[in-house]
Nanobody
Framework: QLQLVESGGGLVQPGGSLRLSCAAS????????IGWFRQAPGKEREGVSC????????NYADTVKGRFTISRDNAKNTVSLQMNSLKPEDTAVYYC???????????????????WGQGTQVTVAS
């Protein structure tokens, strides 16, 4: 069974930075596209950024382009999301998800991913 664990969330002031990590256990990430998603209270879960298994393809939501960077280290079996210039509207629970499909990166939607972590809270507030 695929297990994903997110970490790195917390409280940060507007304009600050956080780095989220997604660690896999029980399987290697080498064959999986990974997506980061977020869900704010009362809103749908939305795609933030996705990366292909080799890291050569990435996709970003327009709302985070230029501020967030997704990367992966398959040797360490982790995928990271560097979040800079954070805004209050970035506040949400952030989830990582895995799927063995290149199409999942292009779509970067929750319907394209089948295995999910439990999420980590990110709060941007002064």
């Amino acid at each position: 069974q695929l297990q994903l664990v997110e970490s790195g969330g917390g409280l940060v002031q507007p304009g600050g930075s956080l780095r989220l990590s997604c660690a896999a256990s029980g399987f290697t990430l080498d064959y999986y596209a990974i997506g980061w998603f977020r869900q704010a209270p009362g809103k749908e879960r939305e795609g933030v950024s996705c990366i292909s298994n080799s890291g050569d393809m990435t996709n970003y939501a327009d709302t985070v382009k230029g501020r967030f960077t997704i990367s992966r280290d398959n040797a360490k079996n982790t995928v990271s999301l560097q979040m800079n210039s954070l805004k209050p509207e970035d506040t949400a629970v952030y989830y990582c998800a895995a799927e063995a499909s290149t199409w999942s990166v292009k779509a970067c939607s929750k319907e394209a991913f089948g295995s999910w972590g439990q999420g980590t809270q990110v709060t941007v507030a002064s």
